[in-house]
């Protein structure tokens, strides 16, 4: 397997997988998500092509995984530090394709970036109802770190 920096070439390919994750997406959280065309999937992508946190993996010359990160750097504050983290913006591989490694290779490959970059932290948000996903993320090392809650305003009339 090879984990490389994406080209317009692989667009397609991952558009695809982002449309079908999109498709999972909609279908638990569908107030909060739309679905998304593969023409406007591989316009979003297009435009961060020639990032260095965008890259593919690639096996027997075809694509079939990606991930997509970036180095967020924060001044510090009177009441936090500075600081310098990778925050891991998506990640996907094909359907027939999970289970044999690739997410853990893209995973390996952000974790050496970081390594280089001396960069001890990676964040990611995972949905609740992203069961896979939180299997997934323990299974390479991650684990829970703050808890995101909300108050919908419509909710709480219903309740009354």
Not at 8 to 32: F, N, W, Y
Not at 71 to 80: H, M, P
């Amino acid at each position: 397997m090879l984990i490389r920096i994406a080209r317009e070439d692989d667009l397609s390919i991952i558009a695809g997988l982002v449309v079908e994750t999109q498709k999972a997406h909609v279908a638990a959280c569908p107030m909060r998500y739309l679905p998304i065309s593969l023409k406007d999937a591989k316009l979003d992508l297009f435009e961060r092509l020639n990032s260095p946190g965008f890259i593919v993996a690639e096996l027997d010359g075809c694509v079939v995984g990606y991930a997509i990160y970036n180095i967020v750097i924060t001044e510090q504050t009177k009441i936090l530090r500075a600081r310098q983290y990778c925050y891991l913006q998506r990640i996907g591989v094909d359907i027939h394709k999970r289970d044999s490694g690739i997410g853990y290779e893209l995973i390996e490959y952000v974790k050496n970036e970081c390594q280089r970059l001396e960069i001890d932290d990676i964040e990611l948000d995972v949905w609740a109802f992203n069961d896979r996903g939180h299997k997934f993320f323990e299974k390479v090392g991650f684990e829970p770190y703050g808890f995101k809650m909300k108050a919908s305003h419509n909710n709480l009339k219903q309740d009354s």
